[in-house]
């Protein structure tokens, strides 16, 4: 590579380990602010037979099996688990683990439009089911795939390890990341497969859904509506 080439190169992954730090600042102060990103549920501890849930932005709320809260229901508690259940879905929490997004519609996806609305920081935010787990996540244009840390990653069942490794960027520097391609990506009644995605060692506090997905869509903004008309 000559001189010219890598300096751009060298600018080029410096610039976006910052956009990628600025993002993620602004989807902290996005998620303090109470950004509706549907009904999330946390574990935030274990009391015996009793799990300490938060529901949304709920103060927390101790449950015993077999109680519900705001449509979620206890069905069991590990050492530092619990199984929930909301409209006939089970998902298992952690806790100290990042909220996940339950009560998403299950079924096949047959839709070819996707409508999402601007949140008071002006980012595109929804939730999206991954290979089946619902997570919730925000549009980002400037992502070439869908981008998603460690944690979450975890999250999903994802065996990122078996990826190819790649060079990212990050606020500290660059790191090793994973590139792999996702089973599927469903947002509202339509879904996609083979989606590449690339997993990086740095907390991202939502997933970032890329051109790999958006790619497919033609976008259209509407006021605050974003507009996806599905092309293939």
């Not at 600025?22 to 549907?38: D, E, K, Q, Y």
């Not at 574990?43 to 799990?51: D, F, Q, S, Y």
């Not at 089911?129 to 998603?148: C, E, K």
Request: charged share 15%; with cysteine.
């Amino acid at each position: 590579m000559r001189h010219g080439q890598s300096a751009k190169w060298q600018a080029g992954r410096r610039m976006m380990g910052l956009r990628v730090a600025n993002l993620a600042a602004a989807l902290l102060i996005a998620l303090c602010s109470g950004v509706a990103l549907g009904q999330n549920v946390a574990l935030t501890g274990v009391m015996g037979e009793r799990a300490l849930l938060v529901i949304d932005d709920d103060a927390p709320g101790v449950l015993a099996p077999g109680q519900t809260r705001r449509g979620v229901t206890l069905i069991s508690v590990g050492e530092q688990s619990a199984v929930i259940e909301i409209q006939g879905q089970r998902q298992t929490l952690r806790v100290g683990e990042i909220p996940v997004n339950v009560g998403a519609k299950g079924g096949g996806a047959s839709g070819s439009r996707v409508v999402l609305s601007a949140g008071s920081s002006g980012h595109y935010f929804g939730t999206a089911r991954i290979n089946g787990v619902s997570v919730p996540f925000v549009v980002d244009t400037g992502a070439s795939n869908v981008v998603m840390g460690v944690a979450q990653a975890e999250q999903i069942g994802i065996n990122y390890r078996s990826g190819q490794r790649i060079s990212v960027s990050t606020a500290n520097g660059a790191t090793l990341g994973y590139q792999l391609a996702l089973d599927s990506v469903r947002v509202g009644e339509v879904e996609v497969f083979h989606v590449d995605a690339t997993v990086v060692p740095a907390t991202i506090p939502l997933i970032l859904l890329g051109n790999s997905f958006l790619g497919r869509f033609q976008m259209k903004q509407e006021n605050d509506l974003l507009v996806l008309e599905r092309r293939y």
